[in-house]
């Protein structure tokens, strides 16, 4: 499994080896080991989510509230698309930056996203199912966006695409007005929630290595 850090504080891409032959491929998007190794806790799992898109599709840019906040891991089981990160932090060294990682069906590379951070994704094939693993159930009333063509944040989307959006995602508020409204998750916070994980992370550890 190869790692590389984002340009966003926490958030980091994992590529891991695909093994193919006559019968088809076997590959571990997420494997333990190099998770803990980069992030520095484990992952919490309390959903898993499966979105299917049309060519053109623009998911985000969708965060949850803080607290309780999500991470997420993402990777394309089919098609490919273009996988974006963008920190919404407010007092985070990166704050308004944003990263791209291209997901596909060929390499499986996979995207974390630390708690407070916002993602998007554009779908770049038609039938392009991407999977999360969520460390909190949905809650509509925690879900909120900010503006994906935001000319502040500048995400380079690419210019010869049809974009197709939900109403939601079209009447985000920019970063600068979801700033003034309150409603941007603050990197201590953040940070909070995070070790927390790494906590109970090391609390687990500590109980498996004890003798029974």
């Given at each position: 499994?190869?790692?590389?850090?984002l340009?966003?504080?926490?958030?980091?891409?994992?590529?891991?080896?695909?093994?193919s032959?006559?019968?088809?491929?076997?590959?571990?998007p997420?494997?333990?080991?190099?998770?803990v190794?980069?992030?520095?806790?484990?992952?919490?799992?309390?959903?898993?989510?499966?979105?299917?898109?049309?060519?053109?599709?623009?998911?985000?840019?969708?965060?949850?509230t803080?607290?309780?906040?999500?991470?997420?891991?993402?990777?394309?089981?089919?098609?490919?698309?273009?996988?974006v990160?963008?920190?919404?932090?407010?007092?985070?060294?990166?704050?308004?930056?944003?990263?791209?990682?291209?997901?596909?069906?060929?390499s499986?590379?996979?995207?974390?996203?630390?708690?407070?951070?916002?993602?998007?994704?554009?779908?770049?094939?038609?039938?392009?199912?991407?999977?999360?693993l969520v460390?909190?159930?949905?809650r509509a009333?925690?879900?909120?966006?900010?503006d994906?063509?935001?000319p502040?944040?500048g995400?380079?989307?690419?210019?010869?695409?049809?974009?197709v959006?939900?109403?939601?995602?079209?009447?985000?508020?920019?970063l600068?007005?979801?700033?003034?409204?309150?409603?941007?998750?603050?990197?201590?916070?953040?940070l909070?929630?995070?070790?927390?994980?790494a906590?109970?992370?090391?609390a687990?550890?500590d109980?498996?290595?004890?003798?029974?």
């Amino acid at each position: 499994m190869r790692t590389r850090a984002l340009a966003v504080t926490g958030a980091f891409s994992f590529t891991p080896e695909v093994y193919s032959d006559e019968r088809g491929t076997f590959v571990s998007p997420l494997q333990h080991t190099a998770f803990v190794a980069a992030v520095g806790h484990d992952l919490t799992v309390a959903q898993t989510n499966h979105s299917r898109s049309a060519r053109g599709v623009l998911r985000g840019i969708h965060f949850t509230t803080t607290p309780p906040g999500q991470t997420k891991y993402v990777h394309c089981a089919r098609g490919r698309a273009m996988d974006v990160v963008v920190d919404i932090r407010v007092g985070s060294p990166t704050f308004g930056r944003w990263d791209v990682v291209e997901l596909d069906a060929r390499s499986f590379r996979a995207t974390y996203l630390p708690v407070g951070v916002g993602h998007a994704f554009l779908a770049l094939e038609d039938d392009t199912v991407m999977s999360y693993l969520v460390s909190t159930e949905y809650r509509a009333e925690r879900e909120l966006a900010v503006d994906p063509f935001d000319p502040a944040l500048g995400v380079a989307w690419p210019k010869d695409t049809e974009f197709v959006l939900s109403g939601r995602d079209r009447a985000a508020p920019s970063l600068a007005r979801a700033e003034a409204a309150g409603v941007l998750p603050r990197y201590e916070e953040c940070l909070a929630l995070d070790a927390g994980e790494a906590a109970v992370g090391a609390a687990r550890a500590d109980r498996a290595d004890r003798p029974a």
